[in-house]
């Protein structure tokens, strides 16, 4: 019989918020952009036939989250250049009572210009994050018909990104 070993190997998870333009400045060159990439207390519930999976992050799930060097991304695409990052200053995070704020400022790349452009139109308007939960960090509750998860300790923050389609409606 085969046994499969059970090796703990954190999950790297992602979820979605809205993005926007927080400032243009086309004669000094300036694209600032910026949004909420977590909410907290806020349920999402999606349904899978007859089943449905509900999240919640809660408040203070970010208190012990290090983001001394948090990139901001495209689709959380390893292979598209970083566009920003807490590490330069060139990406804010903030965490309120309510969620965590990003504010970036875009330098001038063509990659960059042409992401900016997008959100501007609103092709792109939607943030998302990726993350890994603390060992013990979540519980999870099964119903019948239903699963319930409650997020209370994020140990690693992976990125911040600026989304086609968002988890979080």
Same mark, same amino acid.
């Given at each position: 019989?085969?046994?499969?070993?059970?090796?703990?190997?954190?999950?790297?998870?992602?979820?979605?918020?809205?993005?926007?333009?927080?400032?243009?400045?086309?004669?000094?060159?300036?694209?600032?952009?910026?949004?909420?990439?977590?909410?907290?207390?806020?349920?999402?519930?999606?349904?899978?036939?007859?089943?449905?999976?509900?999240?919640?992050?809660?408040?203070?799930?970010?208190?012990?989250?290090?983001?001394?060097?948090?990139?901001?991304?495209?689709?959380?695409? $390893? @292979? /598209?250049?970083?566009?920003?990052?807490?590490?330069?200053?060139?990406?804010?995070?903030? !965490?309120? #009572?309510?969620?965590?704020?990003?504010?970036?400022?875009?330098?001038?790349?063509?990659?960059?210009?042409?992401?900016?452009?997008?959100?501007?139109?609103?092709?792109?308007?939607?943030?998302?994050?990726?993350?890994?939960?603390?060992?013990?960090?979540?519980?999870?509750?099964?119903?019948? $018909? @239903? /699963?319930?998860?409650?997020?209370?300790?994020?140990?690693?923050?992976?990125?911040?990104? !600026?989304? #086609?389609?968002?988890?979080?409606?």
């Amino acid at each position: 019989m085969n046994q499969k070993t059970n090796v703990f190997e954190p999950t790297r998870e992602q979820r979605m918020m809205e993005l926007r333009i927080f400032e243009q400045d086309e004669q000094n060159g300036r694209m600032v952009i910026g949004g909420s990439a977590v909410k907290f207390d806020t349920p999402q519930t999606y349904s899978f036939g007859d089943l449905s999976y509900t999240e919640i992050i809660h408040r203070g799930a970010l208190d012990k989250t290090d983001m001394a060097r948090v990139p901001l991304r495209y689709n959380h695409n $390893d @292979s /598209v250049i970083v566009m920003a990052r807490t590490k330069n200053r060139s990406l804010r995070l903030t !965490v309120t #009572d309510a969620d965590l704020k990003i504010e970036a400022d875009l330098i001038d790349t063509q990659s960059n210009r042409d992401l900016y452009k997008c959100i501007q139109e609103g092709l792109i308007d939607e943030m998302s994050f990726a993350f890994v939960v603390r060992d013990g960090g979540d519980t999870w509750t099964y119903g019948k $018909d @239903s /699963v319930t998860r409650d997020i209370y300790d994020i140990a690693q923050l992976y990125d911040v990104s !600026v989304v #086609d389609l968002a988890f979080y409606q």
